[in-house]
């Protein structure tokens, strides 16, 4: 079997379930178990494969045809054109995200402390530090097999040295240390939607990560209230939200007479994605 025919027959069985993006999903895939490229790819259609990776591939689409998603398959997502390592026990990095990184670039100077809540891959987080000089963080999460993924990726990317990683149920232990920015993605899903999400997300994507209770406020109604004894006076506060939630979480901050400059920012797709205000 050359290139062309696993590649036909990668999209053909793709198709045939009703995966998305089934072209883009298995070249991914072929390039992945052949070490290749897609220029390659399209410039040696005839190149046969072994026959280990014929089987490796056909492996690798029966998962992604049981609706697995591609970034688990491989074990690595890009982000902010950085790469991250990522398994089922993190979320994986969505583009939507960029826009809040994008956004706490805005306001994180050379030097600053920042505090990353729900870390899981660590992408946020690291991401800043990718794109800031000094820059230190604090990452915590309830989940240690989340925070083994991030505290690889901050090797990975040679920042280990400037973040630290903190099991927490979302706030680090008070010893009074304060910080310039805050950053969240914290789980933001209704409880009784998230069986109505794609197979991709509710079948593989961490629960923890996902559940924001009853009404998908849980975390940010705790978040605003505490995020307080952590931030120096005027230091900013930013969260990712559900598309539906930028009201919601506008009123929570202004139901609080201690947050002023409240804003939501849309993402690239015209959907509320931020929310950031700052502290007095």
Do not use: W
Request: glycine share 6%.
């Amino acid at each position: 079997m050359n290139y062309k025919e696993a590649y036909d027959n990668g999209i053909n069985e793709l198709s045939r379930v009703g995966i998305p993006d089934a072209g883009l999903d298995a070249r991914l895939l072929l390039e992945y178990i052949c070490n290749t490229n897609h220029s390659t790819l399209y410039a040696h259609p005839d190149k046969e494969l072994t026959e280990e990776e014929e089987k490796g591939y056909k492996a690798l689409i029966a998962r992604r045809a049981s609706r697995e998603p591609v970034a688990y398959i491989l074990g690595n997502q890009d982000f902010m054109g950085l790469n991250f390592k990522v398994n089922e026990n993190v979320l994986i990095p969505e583009q939507d995200t960029e826009t809040l990184v994008e956004e706490a670039l805005r306001y994180c100077e050379d030097g600053m402390r920042v505090l990353d809540l729900c870390t899981g891959s660590g992408c946020i987080a690291l991401s800043i530090l990718n794109f800031t000089n000094d820059t230190k963080v604090v990452c915590t999460d309830i989940s240690d097999k989340a925070l083994e993924i991030a505290t690889e990726n901050s090797e990975k990317l040679s920042l280990k040295e400037r973040a630290e990683f903190v099991h927490a149920d979302l706030f680090p232990p008070k010893d009074g240390t304060k910080y310039d920015l805050v950053v969240s993605n914290p789980p933001y899903i209704a409880s009784s939607v998230i069986e109505t999400l794609a197979p991709e997300v509710k079948d593989f994507e961490p629960r923890l990560a996902l559940d924001g209770d009853e009404d998908g406020l849980s975390f940010y109604r705790r978040i605003v209230n505490e995020v307080p004894e952590y931030l120096y006076s005027n230091g900013y506060l930013i969260m990712e939200i559900g598309y539906d939630q930028g009201q919601a979480v506008k009123e929570l901050l202004e139901q609080d007479n201690r947050y002023h400059d409240i804003e939501v920012i849309k993402d690239y797709s015209g959907n509320d994605r931020v929310v950031r205000a700052c502290f007095y």
